[in-house]
């Protein structure tokens, strides 16, 4: 099943243009897949090198320019798949960036470990860097059609959005997810040697899945799993680079009652999340509907910010005194708030104390029945 990713028109305006082409984002979201599409489009001859093929990697280590220019013979575009693999993978892409102009560069990499502290380094100035995220209801209504994704929003909610699940019914989906799950933590993690206690990892996933839409303090986590909480904030910093999860920061502008150090984190699939829990109950014997829905759309809006170029910052609100707000933009000088509801029937308050702050935001209530606007590429 091809379903067109919008993240490929981006990289293609951006063809022939002297830069290095850089697709990050999790495993098995359909990176190598875009990057086969689009340059098999063009017709050139084109050179794969993978990283996680061990003779390839082998080859490539510390590998000298008339070595690479060797490898690369008559070939008119490169791609460097699986980049954080490679031993010095900033140092090799920027030797071919500056001395071998004429060809066209793709990188792929399913962590930051490695590749963008080294690509942030050695190719300033040289790279346009692309976040591939699991597929979008947006891409999904593009494929086949808006009601019929819109009457999978309780599947999406369950099971996610990453490709190889889909098109799936639910026990295969969940056999999928359990995979997937497993090699998210570990696979880059481990190779890299940066988890040195992986029955921790799954503690603090578990963790993190049961805080879903709650504040997260490490103090608090360590207590949960049996760590300290600067190994927590380690292993929390290296699942964000690996593309598991993400922080949301807590805005504030110095008001005296406002969080200023608060962090919430979220999963970049709902079904990942589910997975780790081991808890695929329909929405109706749930009682975490509300983090659920609350993650969706956080990720779906993270999604469409990349997309569509959207610059701007992201948080929650939060006071002293329990005073909410799920999520805030902050975007050309201007403030969005939105509140989240599941139910479109259940009446809601927007806090009183972030108006009177906050007098110019624009503030609008999200829930199922008017979602689509929030998700889209398109809207606002």
């Known amino acids: 099943m ?83 693999r490679f031993t010095n993978a900033g140092l090799m892409l920027k030797l071919i960036t500056d001395h071998i102009p004429n060809i066209q560069l793709f990188v792929t990499g399913s962590s930051s470990l490695d590749i963008a502290s080294q690509t942030k380094e050695n190719l300033t100035g040289r790279k346009i860097e692309f976040h591939l995220y699991p597929i979008s209801f947006a891409e999904m209504c593009a494929h086949h059609g808006y009601l019929r994704e819109r009457s999978l929003l309780e599947h999406r909610l369950l099971y996610g959005y990453y490709p190889e699940v889909v098109a799936q019914d639910p026990p295969q989906a969940q056999k999928i997810l359990a995979d997937l799950s497993d090699g998210l933590m570990y696979k880059d993690l481990l190779t890299l040697d940066q988890i040195k206690k992986p029955s921790l990892l799954v ?17 608090e986590l360590a207590q949960t799993i049996g760590a300290d909480p600067v190994t927590v904030e ?99 000088g201007m403030l969005y708030a939105f509140e989240f509801k599941w139910n479109p029937n259940k009446s809601g308050s927007f806090p009183k104390s972030f108006s009177e702050l906050y007098p110019n935001s624009q503030i609008a209530f999200v829930d199922r029945d008017n979602f689509e606007q929030f998700v889209n590429p398109m809207g606002r």
């Open 2 to 84: 091809l379903i067109e990713r919008l993240q490929g028109k981006n990289i293609g305006n951006w063809m022939d243009k002297g830069k290095a082409l850089v697709v990050i984002g999790p495993r098995q979201v359909g990176k190598t897949t875009l990057v086969r599409q689009i340059s098999q489009s063009l017709g050139r001859k084109t050179l794969w090198l993978t990283g996680d093929d061990p003779q390839t990697r082998a080859m490539l280590d510390n590998v000298s320019l008339g070595r690479m220019q060797t490898i690369i013979g008559q070939n008119e575009v490169l791609v460097v798949d699986e980049a954080q």
């Open 203 to 219: 503690k603090l996933l578990q963790a993190l899945a049961l805080q879903l839409g709650s504040e997260v303090r490490y103090y």
């Open 234 to 332: 380690r292993y929390i910093d290296l699942l964000e680079q690996s593309f598991v999860v993400f922080r949301l920061p807590s805005f504030s502008r110095n008001a005296r009652n406002e969080l200023k150090k608060g962090k919430k984190i979220y999963f970049y699939d709902n079904g990942i999340r589910n997975a780790i829990l081991k808890n695929f109950a329909p929405l109706e014997l749930r009682n975490d509907i509300g983090a659920l829905w609350e993650n969706f759309l956080i990720a779906e809006r993270t999604k469409r910010n990349a997309y569509s170029d959207h610059a701007c910052n992201s948080f929650f609100w939060r006071t002293t005194t329990q005073q909410e707000v799920d999520y805030v933009e902050e975007a050309n």
